[in-house]
């Protein structure tokens, strides 16, 4: 394959494993995989301390000028600001020396109080929420421990942010897509609370265990779905919210690399660390089976090019090399890139498979690159 490693950029740093939200289709809570159990509740300073290290280390090895700490949970905001503020002091004395570093965080945003706001601003911290639409749509998945829907806590608290200094450390929202949803009415009520981006996750499934799709008898909902709503933003895209996933296949369809683990054949290069220190693969490699995002290695025992050596961190750096044999052929393999590696799994054959959503993503690229090719020729 030439398999030439490429440094790992970006950490997924679990500073929590639990959730003070359930939601009915959250990979991590309601999926038969349990190693979530297995897991301390928050992450150390012991631990942080380990792991920060072991960041510098890869990030003089490669010669890196800058990475990327996402936090994330379970919820990292039930990390509470005193405890937040000595893991950041932590990650920056050990990093900083070595390496530009650049905090990001991904919450479902119902604890985003101002004390919390102070914090992350002292730190340049930048997040992202979880929302999947207006109170129709994002209750009748995302909803509190005693059943109610989680929307009205959470814009609430955008609202208060909206007009707060911290303002700018929004980067948007994440929305998962259900396709019994109306696309625009999800877009309208998620623009109307004033994100500069979105991105549109497709829900969890594989071809062992197919993803939702409603009550669509379309052969391809998700196409269908986003196409809907890629033609309502696109004309106007300028004074509009930047949407991740269009901007990705746009790139795509102009040659251009991105930096979407999703869609396209742009190497991965990030790495997962859980609470107590172990590498993992993302999260929704759960979704296949019971242990999937095991990797065995640990940032106690192990350096971070371990991880560059795990095969299902190499496969996602080889490019086509790494695709199975449908998705090597495909006409649009160079914008797709054969779709999420979790959403390839097949029990019995693993994960050298084209995306569950082949078909969709087939139709979604091809009207993106008539989109583009027509206005390119125009
Ligand atoms: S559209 Fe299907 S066959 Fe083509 S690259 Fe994507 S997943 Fe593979």
Known sequence: MNWQPQALQEFIVKIHSRCNLRCDYCYIYEMDDATWREQPGAMSPEVARIVARRICEHARRHE????????????????????????????????????????????????????????????????????????????????????????????????????????????????????????????????????????????????????????????????DWLITLFDHWFPVRHDEPSIRIFE???????????????????????????????????????????????????????????????PSVAVRQCGVAGLSPTCRSCSVVDVCGGGYYPHRYRAGSGFLNPSVFCRDLELLCNHVVRVVDAIASR
Not at 120 to 144: A, I, M, P, Q, W
Request: aromatic share 6%.
């Open 248 to 310: 990705t296949i746009i790139s795509g369809a102009l040659g251009r690399s991105t930096t979407n683990e999703l869609i396209g054949l742009t190497p991965v290069r990030l790495a997962v660390i859980e609470t107590d220190g172990s590498y993992e693969l993302v999260d929704v490699m759960k979704t296949a089976y019971e242990g999937a995002a095991k990797t065995g290695l640990d940032a106690f025992r192990h350096d971070l090019d371990a991880v560059l050596n795990h």
């Open 64 to 223: 890196l000028g800058d990475v990327v700490l996402v936090l994330h949970g379970g919820e990292p905001l039930l990390v509470r600001p005193k405890r937040m503020e000595h893991l950041l002091d932590i990650f920056l004395e050990e990093l900083r020396p070595a390496v530009k570093v650049r905090f990001a965080m991904q919450t479902n945003g119902v604890l985003l109080d101002d004390d919390v706001l102070e914090l992350l601003s002292n730190y340049n911290v930048s997040f992202g929420v979880s929302l999947d639409g207006g109170e129709h749509e994002n209750d009748r998945h995302r909803k509190t421990k005693s059943g109610a829907g989680s929307y009205t806590a959470v814009a609430e608290r955008i609202r208060a942010l909206q007009n707060s200094e911290q303002s700018y450390l929004f980067d948007g929202f994440l929305a998962t897509i259900d396709v019994d949803n109306d696309p625009i009415a999800v877009y309208r009520s998620l623009r109307s609370l004033h994100p500069p981006a979105m991105d549109f996750l497709l829900p969890h499934g594989n071809w062992s265990e197919p993803p939702p799709r409603g009550r669509s008898q379309s052969a391809t909902p998700f196409a």
